[in-house]
């Protein structure tokens, strides 16, 4: 427990004895110095805010409605009343502030993840500084149990990663030289050396930190609603206090006492805590939970819309796939196939596709950067330029209609790499790409959450797309797309469907799709930066299987904030009308008020006990 509320029970605790002492005293002057006593003590705060409030002209709140209604039934000489209301409202407000508290631990953690220095090596000698002194292409040096402070490849050195600050996943993850690594992690077992890839603002753990502060911008349709409900519904109910406090004594000659007892009761009744806090409180745990599973949302909007979604439609490639391709054939015709990988590698060394990657580290060989000219990159076509003099032409069968070039066709399922040179057909090189170990269930779990469409959008061949999608069990797929394509089909689909529609990519030519996307999910370690930034949800570690995981804590964080409204609101309408009639007493009134939000603020405290892991 933190040290404010600490200070908070001890004085709370003060009170109760201070009222229970007052209850047992025989004089009536001493049980009433008392009752005052402990009304001072529980409520000086209250009142000082209120106070300022009224000050600064924004006065309609709950700490202006607790003062005045405790004031006016000290004022009707129930004192001890008063001072109950106080010590219970100071109840409910500690209650609020330690969910919060927890709540907000789990973000904590993740920003005493962010790493104080980095070792850099200078004269021989191991250095620290601060993580924004090191610049791209440094050598860091991390030590056992430090952090690593800058996201880059290992270039000495072999290790255990903890991941958990970002993936979630409490399983190590080993690396070696050549491997990538990232910010926020923690080096369990050997010393690596790691030269930099990027800068520490824009390293993984500093992006993941700009996000959680940026998350409370994004509010859902009902906080919003919530919001502009209290500024109505607090001067209305003010109002309604005032008239049934003046009304009936004027018009029917009643009690002026009386009826001011039943508009005191009528306004601690109607403080909107419960809504106010719960609300807010239960979006809030379910982002804080979901990050410590590696799954970021951006906001209660997001947790909102991933409720109600039951369309979702994939990216193939680093998505639903690993995105590691791998030759697996070479076809070549005149050329034999070592001659013809050498002029394929040679002008895919201008490349920064995958595709391109794969077939580099398949040629293993010296790259002559001199030898190519008249570089040229067909977005979603492929490759063109002069290697040792001749036009080379690599890429996929639309690249070779266009240049009237025809092509063969191959019985192996891949991707094809077509390879023309001096405009005439010399092979293909087959490139093979894994499909994600959880990609299965991903989609058997989005289909026990009744989802209707589970659409795979890829740039490959018909052949691949439809060998993947029967392999998943997706219920349709979209092949041989254009970049530009992803957009035209996602805003088709959207079209025919009521409830929000879900797409989920990593690549740059993914971020488009992902910005108009009612909910755009990225993969965190593969994908680009743009499709990170314009994400609504960043899948930390890749794993396709967190989306449905997400998706039933979404709805199960939506039923607990709608129980809370329906049961917030329920009640308080019912005292309200029985304390206007005069049913109710000062004690049903803290029910209604302070019972209802401590009830309501620990059903919220439930959304930051979600599954961590689907289970359907």
């Known amino acids: 427990m933190a040290k404010k509320q600490t200070k908070q029970v001890f004085r709370l605790v003060t009170v109760v004895v201070i009222l229970i002492a007052s209850h047992l005293m025989k004089n009536e002057t001493a049980r009433i110095a008392l009752s005052l006593t402990g009304y001072l003590i529980a409520g000086y705060d209250i009142i000082v805010k209120a106070i300022k409030n009224i000050l600064n002209r924004n006065f309609l709140d709950e700490f202006f409605l607790m003062t005045v209604a405790t004031v006016g039934a000290i004022a009707l000489g129930e004192c001890f009343e008063a001072t109950e209301v106080m010590l219970l409202f100071q109840v409910g407000e500690l209650f609020q502030d330690y969910a919060v508290d927890i709540s907000r631990k789990s973000l904590e953690e993740l920003v005493e993840s962010a790493p104080e220095y980095a070792n850099i090596e200078r004269d021989g000698q191991l250095v620290q500084v601060e993580p924004d002194e090191v610049e791209i292409g440094d050598i860091i040096v991390v030590k056992i149990g430090e952090k690593i402070p800058i996201d880059g490849v290992v270039i000495e050195g072999e290790s255990s990663i903890n991941t958990a600050n970002l993936t979630g996943e409490s399983v190590p993850r080993r690396v070696s030289a050549g491997d990538d690594i990232f910010s926020g992690t923690i080096n369990l077992t050997g010393l690596l050396k790691i030269q930099t890839t990027k800068d520490f603002d824009d390293s993984a753990i500093m992006k993941i930190l700009e996000l959680i502060e940026n998350t409370s911008e994004k509010k859902s349709t009902m906080e919003r609603f919530i919001t502009r409900f209290a500024r109505v519904y607090t001067p209305i109910v003010v109002a309604s206090a005032m008239l049934l406090a003046i009304i009936p004594p004027l018009a029917f000659s009643a009690s002026f006492s009386e009826w001011l007892r039943r508009a005191l009761i009528f306004l601690v009744v109607s403080c909107p805590c419960a809504l106010l806090v719960a609300v807010p409180l239960g979006f809030f745990g379910m982002i804080g ?107 996929n069968d639309k690249l070779m209609t266009d240049h009237h070039i025809t092509y063969r066709d191959c019985h192996l399922t891949g991707t094809i790499v077509h390879i023309a040179i001096e405009n005439a057909y010399m092979g293909h090189i087959i490139i093979a790409d894994e499909i994600k170990e959880d990609s299965p269930a991903t989609v058997a779990s989005l289909k026990s959450l009744g989802f209707n469409n589970m659409i795979m959008l890829t740039g490959d061949s018909e052949k691949v797309g439809a060998s993947i999608s029967n392999e998943l069990g997706l219920t349709g797929f979209y092949a041989e797309l254009m970049p530009e394509d992803k957009v035209r089909i996602y805003e088709e689909i959207k079209s025919k469907n009521n409830s929000p529609v879900i797409f989920a990519g990593d690549g740059l030519n993914d971020a488009p799709v992902i910005a108009g996307a009612d909910i755009g999910i990225a993969m965190g370690i593969s994908g680009s930066q743009a499709a990170i930034d314009y994400a609504d949800l960043i899948l930390m570690d890749d794993q396709p299987s967190k989306i449905p995981l997400a998706i039933k804590n979404a709805r199960k964080t939506m039923r607990i904030v709608n129980q809370n409204i329906y049961f917030s609101i329920g009640i308080k309408v019912f005292v309200l009308l029985i304390s206007a009639l005069g049913f109710a007493n000062m004690q049903y009134a803290i029910f209604a008020d302070v019972g209802v939000m401590i009830l309501a603020v620990l059903n919220s405290l439930r959304t930051m006990k979600l599954q961590r892991n689907f289970q359907a």
């Open 289 to 395: 939970s979901m990050s410590k599973k590696g799954v970021l949302v951006k906001g209660s909007v997001v947790v909102e819309l991933l409720a109600k979604a039951k369309d979702i439609i994939f990216d193939k490639t680093g998505t639903l796939t690993r995105g590691t391709f791998k030759v697996v054939a070479i076809h070549a015709h005149k050329y034999d196939e070592k001659e013809l990988l050498t002029f394929a590698a040679h002008i895919e060394s201008f490349s920064n596709h995958q595709i391109a990657r794969s077939i580099m580290e398949e040629y293993k060989g010296e790259i002559d950067t001199n030898a190519v000219e008249d570089f040229q990159e067909f977005a979603g076509k492929g490759l063109s330029g002069k290697v040792f003099g001749k036009s080379v032409l690599v890429g």
